[in-house]
């Protein structure tokens, strides 16, 4: 009996040990959604997922996803993909960003192994979301103010696009110097592309102003290069002074090029304003808002509107496809019936008439074959790009924007690659059938993938953001007589038939070759209406929007890529990109 | 060279044109191509091609599968009634339903070349006609020979190409071609389809085969009453 007992419990030991690296699996450790667990619907979302791993090193698939319902109860998916390499014995915090569409519907997290799903959660969101885009508040010692969402700077986003819902950031106590560098290239991305940043200064300076904000050129890689960068005057000091019956902490300092007093009280400065591309930095003379309300009425716009969509739509549905000729097939096929017709009193007649014809029919479909196929019309895609590159002059970076619109001929499964920060699917306002889910996949390296099924003779739209180098530039020198423009192309294609706008003058400087720099004299002015006028209708629907309303002086250019949409095979592609250059800061 | 040879005098003893069976020929060319040059696109604009609208091609395939079920029926009762050797008559019908698909090659071509499919496709919806109209040929001339009547053989014929039409849509599916051809060129993905297709391609090869026995029945009873004298 004791012999049989022992035998067991070697048996169970023995299972036990075989089937630990077996039954261990990672685990969802915990998830992190939004600002403080809040997001707002519509707009991409940073989540942070932590998993562990007991078990053995392993290559998993992260997968989220949200099943949304419209109106007439149709269910699409939202899902991204992420390959998570886990070792053993680790915990990892995944990163990425997701738009959540539904409030209703709870975000599916599974965790994949291959095709097996094997771990899986849902989260209700229900109570979670914003009406409103977030206000944060990083570094303030307790939730000074009642509509801002207070974040530690460990957890501020390390990409632009995680700022998606936020507003406007509060900034408290805090040293640059804390912040990462994605961090800080995050916080800059958002405000080129109109965030909002307002800096309490006052007894926060000491914090805030470390030790390099006072340099006259600090390099802009530096934390504190970075923040003097951003930063509407040099040379700041703080001084007591009493301000509404009280002594206070007092900023005080010279004004930077570009920057203007926004706000001033009893005849000093109190709120500097300085524009970072569609973005503002508001600098506060003090600690705490003194003028609430009128810092709340900003005028930000919303700089994303669904006109802006649906150019897309519009400029690729005036697209024409070439097709082979109707009236050429249609020719060769009814002479073909004739001659089979007329054949037949001459076939009957002689024995191998009847291979004669069939050897006629065969020959006849070579050749439509050979037409059919011509490489005129054997492309399976027709894709317009239209981008907007946004620069401005004394920035390091650029916003670009690509609207991408596809028309497939043929079923595929598609895989379309883009580089890009951001990519989101575009569905027209007027949609005659409906399109099928997209589903997004980031490689480690950072590659963007949109997986999804083409159907024959359909459309797909979609749009991508990124930041990039800003590698164009304008200077004009006035010093000279006539003034001249000096224009530099440092990108990988040429700019072509570019104007330099100067108030409400334009002036043509022509195509700047790749790599280039060419300087032009400022004497004769071009007529507006005709430049216009000149335009294909694609070029003047981007000038329409992003061009018209410019004031002051810029840079408008075309130029043919680079897309940060990946070329398929069998596509025929137009891009368009309106490349422009609003001379801000120093321009002249 | 000596088999292709042989192959071209086999071929050149065919009556494959007379002139009942070239009007045929060219009664179904017309049918078949006028769904067909309804279908052909146009170079336009990309808003017009992806609005919704009645597409010509599926009524195109519809059409030719069903006239060429019809014309392969019909070839069998004519060749009942040559006076040939059964072997010539077996080859001769479906020369015949060879001949009728080699003709509306232009149109498939065509249909291949502005509906996207693959050449695979086609190809395989091409040897699944052979193969169904061969079979409604060899029956037609099994009707010919068992009902010399052509009152008997009109009813007959038309009631089982009916009655095979319909009854395949319930029951032993992969033999009708009318879903099979919707398997080829539709949307779906071949793969998972496989078995669908190996049963109607195996399934008609039988069928092909049985009737082939009975053909080859039939002409031999009647070869014998022939050297009888009795016909």
Redesign the interface.
């Known amino acids: 009996m004791r012999q049989y007992s022992f035998v067991l419990l070697l048996g169970l030991v023995g299972i036990a040990l075989t089937a630990e690296p077996m039954l261990a699996q990672p685990r969802i450790e915990a998830i992190d959604i939004g600002f403080n667990g809040r997001f707002l619907p519509g707009a991409l979302t940073p989540i942070v997922v932590s998993l562990s791993n007991t078990g053995t090193t392993q290559v998993f698939d992260l997968e989220v996803s949200q099943e949304v319902r419209d109106f007439n109860e149709r269910s699409s998916v939202e899902r991204l993909r992420l390959p998570v390499s886990l070792g053993t014995e680790t915990r990892k915090n995944i990163s990425f960003d997701f738009s959540i569409k539904s409030v209703s519907a709870p975000l599916q997290i599974k965790l994949f192994a291959g095709p097996h799903e094997i771990v899986s959660t849902a989260i209700d969101i229900r109570e979670r979301w914003s009406e409103s885009p977030f206000s944060l508040g990083v570094a303030f010692q307790h939730n000074q103010m009642p509509y801002w969402e207070t974040v530690e700077p460990e957890k501020l986003p390390k990409r632009w696009t995680s700022y998606q819902s936020v507003q406007r950031v509060y900034w408290g106590r805090l040293d640059p110097g804390r912040l990462s560098a994605a961090q800080r290239a995050a916080l800059y991305g958002w405000l080129l592309r109109g965030g909002e940043l307002i800096v309490l200064s006052g007894d926060n300076w000491y914090e805030q102003s470390g030790t390099g904000a006072t340099v006259a050129r600090p390099s802009w890689a530096t934390a504190h290069g970075w923040w003097a960068h951003l930063l509407p005057i040099a040379n700041g000091q703080v001084v007591p002074r009493e301000f509404n019956g009280r002594e206070v902490s007092w900023l005080e300092g010279d004004l930077r090029a570009g920057a203007r007093v926004a706000e001033e009280a009893d005849g000093r400065p109190i709120v500097w304003e300085l524009p970072i591309g569609y973005g503002n930095v508001l600098l506060v003379a003090l600690d705490a808002l003194p003028l609430e309300a009128k810092l709340l009425a900003s005028s930000r716009e919303d700089r994303e509107t669904v006109e802006d969509d649906q150019l897309i739509v519009k400029a690729l549905g005036a697209m024409t496809v070439r097709l082979p000729s109707r009236e050429i097939l249609s020719a060769l096929l009814i002479l073909f019936v004739v001659g089979i017709g007329l054949s037949g009193l001459w076939a009957v007649r002689h024995a191998r008439g009847a291979l004669w014809v069939a050897f006629s029919a065969v020959v006849l479909s070579l050749v439509l074959f050979g037409y059919l196929h011509s490489p005129e019309f054997s492309k399976d895609r027709y894709s317009l790009d239209l981008g907007v590159l946004l620069g401005w002059q004394g920035e390091p970076l650029a916003w670009e924007q690509s609207w991408y619109g596809v028309f497939f001929r043929r079923l595929h499964n598609e895989a379309l690659a883009v580089s890009s920060d951001s990519a989101k699917v575009l569905e027209p306002v007027r949609a005659t059938r409906p399109s099928g889910d997209v589903s997004t996949e980031i490689t480690p390296a950072g590659a963007r993938y949109l997986r999804f099924r083409s159907e024959r003779e359909s459309v797909r739209f979609f749009k991508a953001e990124r930041m990039v180098e800003l590698l164009l530039g304008f200077w004009v020198d006035r010093t000279v007589s006539p003034p001249h423009v000096r224009v530099y192309n440092q990108t990988s294609v040429p700019l072509q038939d570019a104007v330099v706008q100067m108030g409400e003058e334009l002036y043509s400087v022509g195509t700047i070759a790749a790599q280039a720099e060419v300087v032009r004299p400022l004497t004769a002015a071009i007529n507006k209406s005709e430049w216009l006028h000149r335009l294909s209708a694609e070029r003047r629907m981007l000038w329409q929007r992003w061009g018209s309303s410019l004031s002051g002086s810029a840079l408008l250019g075309w130029a043919d890529g680079p897309s940060p949409w990946a070329m398929a095979d069998n596509e025929e592609r137009t891009i368009i990109r309106l490349v422009l250059i609003e001379g801000t800061k120093g321009a002249e | 060279m000596r088999y292709y040879a042989k192959a ?1 005098d086999i ?4 009556e ?4 009942a069976t ?2 045929t ?2 009664s179904y ?2 049918l078949s ?1 006028i769904p ?2 309804m279908a ?8 017009a ?4 609208r009645l597409s010509m091609l599926p009524i195109f395939t519809t059409v030719t599968t069903l006239l060429f079920t019809i014309y392969s029926l019909n070839f069998g009762p004519v060749h009942a009634k040559l006076k040939k050797t059964p072997r010539e008559i077996q080859t001769s019908v479906l020369a015949h339903v060879c ?1 009728l698909l ?9 249909f ?3 509906s ?1 499919h693959s050449i695979g496709r086609v190809v395989g919806a091409l040897a699944y006609l052979v193969l169904y109209g061969s079979c409604w040929a060899l029956g037609g001339l099994v009707i010919g020979l068992r009902w010399p009547s052509e009152i008997a053989q009109f009813n007959l014929k038309y009631a089982l190409l009916i009655a095979g039409m319909l009854g395949t849509f319930f029951i032993v599916r992969p033999l009708n071609p009318l879903l099979t051809l919707s398997i080829w060129f539709g ?1 779906g993905s071949l793969s998972e389809q496989w078995g669908f297709l190996l049963m109607g391609y195996g399934g008609l090869v039988l069928v092909v085969l049985a009737l082939f026995v009975w053909v080859t029945i039939l002409l031999g009873k009647r070869e014998q009453l022939r050297e009888g004298g009795i016909v």
Not at chain 2, 11 to 14: A, E, K, P, Q, Y
Not at chain 2, 16 to 19: D, F, G, K, R
Not at chain 2, 102 to 107: H, T
């Open positions: 071209l071929v050149s003893h065919m494959l044109v007379t002139p070239w009007s020929y060219v060319l017309i191509g067909l040059l052909l696109p146009s170079t336009t604009r990309i808003d091609l992806v609005e919704p001949l080699v003709l509306s090659l232009p149109y498939w071509t065509v291949q070349g502005i996207g949307e």
